[in-house]
Every structure is written in structure tokens, then in C-alpha cells.
């Protein structure tokens, strides 16, 4: 069955940064395109980043342009998320993510951007 692991969350200042880790399994990870999701207290869950199944094509929602970048390795079955100039709006709940018929969720990781 799929199954997406998210680890690397914390507490960090802002202006800080963290890099987050999502390990896939379950599925044929290579030709699929994963996305991270955060979701923050009272809000709607939103879609952060996304890659393409080769990684040659990314996007970004606009609060994190030019801070947070998303990449993949194909062969160790992981994306990851890498966040610099953290800012305390961007403390919530963050979830890798994968449609494969259904769209599957990991069960998360707490990211608190916080002095």
C-alpha cells in the first residue's frame, strides 16, 4: 500500500532553516509528481511545492517563491523540501503527498517558525 513518511520538522527562528524529508513506498515512485501540502491551525490545507515524476519541472505557490525548493531522488524514493527565510506564517503542519487514483497524504510534520 502507499505509505509517505514525512520527517525534519521543528522549532526554528525566523530567518531560519529546515529541509524536509518524505519517503515514499508502496508504489512505483519514479512516475509519479509529489507535492507538500501544509495546513496551519484554522486554516485550509494548501499546496506548497510540486515536482514532476523526472524533476525537471517544479512549482512553487507564491508565499514561498524564492525561499523553499522542492526536489526529488528518484532512486532513493524521497522528495524533500528545503526551507530558508522562514517566517513565523509559515509555522503549520506540512504533508507530502502523491495521487496514484486517490490522493494520499502522509501523516505530517510540525514546522513551528517561532523566537
Known amino acids: 500500500q502507499v505509505q509517505l513518511v514525512e520527517s525534519g520538522g521543528g522549532l526554528v527562528q525566523p530567518g531560519g532553516s529546515l529541509r524536509l524529508s518524505c519517503a515514499a513506498s508502496?508504489?512505483?515512485?519514479?512516475?509519479?509528481?509529489m507535492s507538500w501540502y501544509r495546513q496551519a491551525p484554522g486554516k485550509q490545507r494548501e499546496l506548497v511545492a510540486a515536482i514532476a515524476s523526472a524533476g525537471g519541472s517544479t512549482s512553487y505557490a507564491d508565499s514561498v517563491k524564492g525561499r523553499f525548493t522542492i526536489s526529488r531522488d528518484n532512486a532513493k524514493r524521497m522528495v524533500l523540501l528545503q526551507m530558508s527565510s522562514l517566517k513565523p506564517e509559515d509555522t503549520a503542519v506540512y504533508y507530502c503527498?502523491?495521487?496514484?487514483?486517490?490522493?494520499?497524504w502522509g501523516q505530517g510534520t510540525q514546522v513551528t517558525v517561532s523566537s
Open positions: 503527498s502523491v495521487v496514484r487514483i486517490y490522493r494520499y
Open positions: 508502496g508504489f512505483t515512485f519514479s512516475i509519479y509528481a
